[in-house]
């Protein structure tokens, strides 16, 4: 284990239990049946927990975008070309992506990084963290060195460090990257022993060749690397057949429960690296929110071994981190309830009808 992550992991603490019961306590007292509001309620609790506040802000949120190439692309994986990735990276400082366009009419900041873009491009709005143009075919040969896979978790660490440093009060955890369900499958077989077949969706959209070749290089991967014998190895995993966008997020959800941020999952690729960061430090489930359930065939696999729920249900499979601009105001929501909801006593209502239910629901 690397020196300095390791220190970072290790200096993770769990959620403020204390403040989970306090802020539950709290919602009892507030002016509706007991559990009414159910996950704002959840949300609410989770938060303090986070925190150690009662009462909680979201005024500043940002979505932090990691992009970068997979060497995986030359086997006809992904329908796109490799130079979306860096079209796209770009587009999105400009809001013309799905994902930008909603965040930018929620007043929610989107910070675009390069961590491993293969093509050039021009635009200085991009945060150019590069480690590597693109990672290697992992066909033949591991998708990165393990100094790179700890470069790329270190440098989402950082981010989370400047979130934290510019009072950010929510982060959402996006990629992009042409070839990463790709990639995100094939973790997600690593870490879960599962085949292709079982964690492998059509990603942006593939024929039914082309879906049947994606599925044949997962399983040659795993083999060829020799996967199936060690499901806990995570620096190995990513290093074998995972790419610098999952690496650099993996960082991204470490960096937020070691600054005590809120972090907010988008899709399938966002859970993966999600659980990847939870099986280098079991601590770090507490700071994660989920958002959607991504239409993606692995989403669940990893959703179940996190034991986190989705919210919403809303037949996406786009990425980008579009799943954390609507989970955002969710939980903008749950924070706008119990910060501002009147209890029984200051709404002049005499609770005692409500013991019964109370006794019943605790």
Known sequence: MNEKLGSFLKNIKPADDAAMAEASRYLETLAKPPGSLGKLEEAACRFAGITGKLHNHTE????????????????????????????????MTKNLTGMSSMAHAFGQEVQVVDVGIATDYKCDKILNRNIRKGTGDILREPAMTE???????????????????????????????????????????????????????????????????????????????????????????????????IAAMCGVYIGAAFYRIPAVIDGFISIVAALGAVRLCPAVRD??????????????????????????ALDMRLGEGSGCVIAFCVIEAACAMINGMGSFATNGIDDGYLEDIRKSVN
């Open 287 to 312: 700071f994660l929110f989920p958002s959607h359930l991504s239409e993606e065939k692995g989403y669940l696999i990893a959703a179940k071994a996190l034991d986190l729920e989705p919210w919403l």
């Open 60 to 91: 500043k949120k940002r979505i932090i975008v990691l992009c970068a190439d997979n060497g995986v692309t030359a086997h006809g994986v992904s329908s796109a070309p490799v130079s979306v990735t860096a079209a796209q990276a770009v587009n």
């Open 147 to 245: 100094q790179e896979v700890y470069d790329a978790i270190l440098t989402g660490i950082s981010l989370a460090q400047m979130a934290s440093m510019d009072a950010v009060n929510l982060i959402g955890v996006g990629e992009m990257g042409i070839g990463n369900t790709t990639t995100s499958s094939a973790v997600l077989g690593a870490l879960t022993g599962m085949n292709a077949e079982e964690v492998t969706g059509r990603g942006g959209g593939l024929t039914d060749k082309a879906f049947e070749i994606k599925k044949n290089v997962i399983d040659r991967a795993l083999a060829f690397h020799k996967l199936r014998e060690d499901q806990s190895d995570v620096i190995k995993i990513l290093s074998c057949v995972g790419g610098l966008d």
